[in-house]
């Protein structure tokens, strides 16, 4: 009996012991970890793959008054003997007039697409607007003359960077005439992407522009605002949009039946120019993409830079209403939680309630809780985040719950250890839900586990080693 207790782990290394489990848990914790990132890729190239054959997400820009013009420059060449010589010639540059007034009205009608267990968020928009040109009375003091001015070759440039999506043609009228519309060409915006027509106006008076066309797309639209005032309304039945870009929404208005926006920009906000020689360059735009880089391209037009400065854009994203990589991704990083809880229970019925739990008892339990993150992985992609949840939490409740009562001896205890897991998931999709508020619910219930841990172990003597219970020390 003697050599028995003699062999009996204090309080302090049976708390060591479980301690260092707890961190060789990390190990297949992260393991899980870099497994949500490889199937969010997944996710993403087959994505990607469905909107390859319908249109990314897309950029509108324009309508813009586009006339070339003749200048003169000066210019510097160096001769063979080492001499500069300094001479003047004649080039051709362009004009870009925005509209005084452009006014936009966007119908988006989305659907969902799958390939295998993936899916992706497609759209059809009609695209309708309404825009009035002017020449400003001061153009001289841009730099040009109306004089100079080609008006014989003026074109009328709309865009949308993803020039796939265009598949039901466009129509343009000026004055009530229409035009004839010719692919390309498209504004520095949209990467040169989109369609034209020439123009028939001389720059006197006011042009007023009619255009409409369709556009496929995925993810997200864009709108590149221009000009003097550009009003944009959007609609859709999609019940969960994301706005964002330079500019927001006045009272967006969302229902399960859809949503709708409406958007006003005005010139002083937007520091542009009437007219400029150098067209903006394409803007930066969140894609909708889960951790997908933004982009910006540079191009060349006609022989002319057309990045000299980046557009400002708003855009409305059709996003998920369940991101299910990110919400799994989080959970995974609360995954020390349950495992600290329920080794602490396993802790306190061993130093108080005399029910030994072996190391390796410890490790079993522990991957049972890290296996519920992989288990809800997999079925989220296949039945939702949601059931995949439930359906998890009670596997693992329930294998758990049998083998504690296994371990400690006791249904009473199992019973108990299933409670706590119920408990801290329950916890936990609430904490998922409620992402603003986790910090001060999880602090407060671990202040709350902290201080009942110290009054169950308040008697506990952590060094007592080789002491039979209730012994007073040497």
């Known amino acids: 009996m003697t050599e028995t207790v003699r062999k009996e782990r204090s309080p302090g290394i049976k708390l060591l012991l479980a301690s260092l489990i707890g961190l060789a848990l990390v190990i297949p914790l992260m393991m899980v970890y ?14 990607n793959s469905i909107n390859a054959g319908w249109g990314g997400p897309q950029v509108l820009a324009g309508p813009v008054v586009v006339v070339p013009f003749r200048t003169t420059e000066t210019q510097n060449e160096t001769g063979s003997d080492g001499k500069t010589t300094t001479r003047t010639v004649e080039v051709e540059k362009l004009l870009y007039i925005s509209p005084v007034q452009n006014d936009v009205t966007t119908a988006i009608k989305p659907e969902e697409r799958r390939k295998s267990i993936y899916r ?29 001015l080609i ?24 004055n009530g005439q229409a035009l004839a519309v010719q692919p390309g060409k498209g504004p520095g915006a949209t990467g040169g992407q989109g ?28 709108l590149v605002p221009r000009g003097g005032q550009t009003k944009w309304d959007v609609t859709s039945p999609w019940a969960s949009p994301s706005f964002g870009g330079a500019f927001l929404p006045e009272k967006p208005q969302i229902s399960d039946k859809g949503f709708k926006a409406s958007y006003t920009v005005d010139k002083l906000a937007l520091g542009q120019a009437p007219v400029a020689t150098d067209d903006q360059g394409p803007p930066v735009i969140d894609t909708g993409a889960p951790d997908g880089p933004s982009s910006r391209i540079g191009i060349t037009v006609d022989g002319v830079s057309t990045s000299s400065g980046q557009a400002l854009a708003v855009t409305v994203g059709l996003i998920e209403p369940v991101n299910l990589y990110s919400k799994v ?9 349950f495992i600290g809880f329920t080794f602490l229970a396993f802790l306190l019925f061993d ?9 390796a008892e410890y490790l079993l339990t522990g991957a049972g809780l890290v296996l519920f993150f992989v288990m809800l992985l997999a079925f989220a992609e296949v039945i939702g985040f949601t059931a995949a949840y439930l359906l998890a939490s009670a596997a693992i409740i329930g294998l758990l719950s049998a083998y504690s009562a296994a371990v400690l001896k006791s249904w009473r205890r199992g019973r108990f250890i299933g409670a706590l897991l119920v408990g801290l998931y329950a916890l936990l999709f609430v904490l ?3 992402e603003a508020w986790s910090l001060v619910i999880g602090s407060v219930l671990l202040f709350a586990a902290l201080a009942g841990v110290m009054y169950a172990t308040r008697k506990v003597d952590w060094s007592a080693v080789g002491r039979a219970p209730g012994s007073a020390p040497a």
């Open 151 to 174: 008006w014989d070759r003026a074109e009328l440039r709309l865009g949308a960077s993803d020039a796939r999506g265009l598949t039901t043609g466009g129509t343009l009228m000026a």
């Open 329 to 337: 991704d989080r959970s995974v990083k609360y995954g020390f939680l």
């Open 120 to 148: 992706s968020v497609l759209y059809e928009a009609q695209v309708k607007g309404k825009a009035s040109f002017a020449l400003p009375a001061d153009l001289p003091r841009f730099g040009v003359t109306a004089d100079k």
């Open 34 to 47: 870099a497994l949500v990132w490889d199937r969010q890729s997944q996710s993403e190239t087959a994505q």
């Open 195 to 222: 369609f034209f027509a020439f123009v028939p106006w001389t720059g006197a008076g006011t042009l007023a522009v009619d255009y409409a066309f369709g556009l496929r797309g995925s993810r997200s639209l864009s």
């Open 432 to 434: 998922l839900n409620l």
């Open 351 to 359: 130093v108080v309630g005399g029910a030994r739990v072996a190391a």
